[in-house]
């Protein structure tokens, strides 16, 4: 399994991330998580929308409920052809939790606990934590990574801006 080292950083503290990197124009690869209700959540059933996949470390964190809920804000606004996905290693219970009390009705979260498939396929499996970096991937409706936002800092938020341009450059 590939590893990359100090590729990101805890309060500066550098962390080894395992699994395939991945670069912009690779085909997403599929993968399957869990969301809150336990059912099974696969890349592939998006076919032909626009898909953001934020890779978080944990919706228990400041940062990461932050992030998830612009993100839910923002795809009230992007329409029926964008989904955003919210990754994590949290147990589907605690995702379904944070679902109720952050009002996240517009992003699908889903559990990478089992397997860490997902986390493997993209690069973004911190080996010292078994958490996910926090990471932005854009994918297009072809299912081609089209943008990736690797941020360094796990304690600092992704630039929105960036990443949201990215998306309405695919509409």
């Not at 080292?5 to 997403?28: I, P, Y």
């Not at 934020?54 to 919706?59: E, K, T």
């Not at 400041?62 to 993100?71: H, N």
Request: charged share 30%; net charge negative; with cysteine.
């Amino acid at each position: 399994m590939q590893e990359r080292t100090q590729a990101v950083t805890m309060q500066g503290r550098s962390l080894t991330l395992v699994g395939q990197e991945r670069k912009a124009g690779d085909r997403a690869p599929d993968f399957e998580a869990q969301d809150p209700d336990l059912s099974p959540v696969r890349l592939s059933s998006f076919k032909g929308k626009i898909v953001v996949i934020s890779s978080v470390p944990s919706l228990d964190t400041p940062v990461c409920d932050l992030e998830t809920r612009r993100f839910n804000q923002e795809a009230g606004q992007m329409g029926d052809d964008v989904v955003i996905l919210t990754v994590s290693m949290d147990l589907p219970f605690a995702q379904k939790r944070w679902c109720g009390a952050a009002g996240g009705d517009r992003v699908i979260t889903v559990s990478d606990h089992r397997d860490a498939q997902f986390g493997t396929a993209y690069g973004v499996l911190i080996k010292e934590l078994r958490l996910l970096a926090r990471c932005v991937f854009v994918i297009d409706r072809q299912g081609i990574i089209r943008y990736i936002q690797l941020v360094k800092e796990l304690s600092e938020e992704p630039d929105y801006d960036e990443v949201l341009d990215r998306v309405r450059s695919l509409d």
